[in-house]
């Protein structure tokens, strides 16, 4: 039997990584053996990809050229990882997919979002999540959050104005696709942020 995939999401600041280790220990508890991973990367190509993407050295990239990086780590990380597992009846549990790229490269940068539904086609075919959890916050809320933490990468560098789109972008996403969305107020303190996790997956393997 095929596992589950499910991708979480937000901007930065939204909390990704403590929430991430909630959601794994809570569908560990339950028995599910969960692979955690996380995009761009997750393989030993797709992080030397990702370290190209987040180098701000880099500052400027051809939007073309950061969405094709994109999908070319996704491309080895679904070969390579994410279908064997599923295959092999294990859960993923992926930091970011597809809709980091509608939601960045679509909402923030201004790609045409057929142009991203293309390559989408290309490189996953019908392939989706079962489930996609947004962690929503105000932008402000997030960056101030993002701040306090180390050099900011080649992404953490933009404008509020760019944050703005992104989390319109998933916020328009989680609208259309309702049935595999939930949004998470992350703005909440962690404790309100983690009931509202554990009520979405008891759900779901219940
Ligand atoms: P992370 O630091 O949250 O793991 O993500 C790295 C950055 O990459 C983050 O700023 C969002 C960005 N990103 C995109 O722009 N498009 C994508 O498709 C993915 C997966 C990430």
């Not at 993923?92 to 509608?102: E, G, I, K, S, W």
Request: hydrophobic share 40%.
């Amino acid at each position: 039997m095929n596992g589950k995939f499910i991708t979480v999401e937000g901007i930065e600041g939204v909390g990704k990584s403590t929430n991430i280790t909630y959601v794994q220990q809570l569908l560990e508890a339950n028995g599910i053996d969960v692979v955690l991973t996380r995009e761009p990367g997750g393989t030993p190509l797709g992080e030397a990809i990702r370290a190209l993407l987040l180098d701000s050295q880099y500052t400027g990239m051809d939007p073309v050229c950061e969405l094709q990086l994109m999908f070319a780590a996704r491309a080895e990380h679904l070969a390579k990882v994410i279908r064997p597992a599923l295959e092999q009846g294990r859960w993923v549990l992926c930091d970011r997919f597809t809709d980091a790229t509608y939601a960045y490269q679509g909402g923030g940068r201004g790609i045409d979002t057929g142009i991203i539904s293309r390559l989408e086609q290309l490189v996953q075919g019908d392939f989706r999540p079962d489930l996609t959890l947004l962690l929503d916050v105000p932008v402000e809320v997030g960056l101030a959050r993002a701040n306090n933490r180390s050099t900011p990468d080649r992404f953490e560098q933009e404008k509020v104005d760019f944050f703005e789109r992104v989390r319109q972008a998933y916020l328009d996403m989680a609208r259309e696709h309702d049935r595999r969305y939930r949004v998470i107020d992350a703005s909440q303190p962690l404790e309100s942020v983690q009931q509202q996790l554990t009520a979405v997956l008891q759900k779901m393997h219940s």
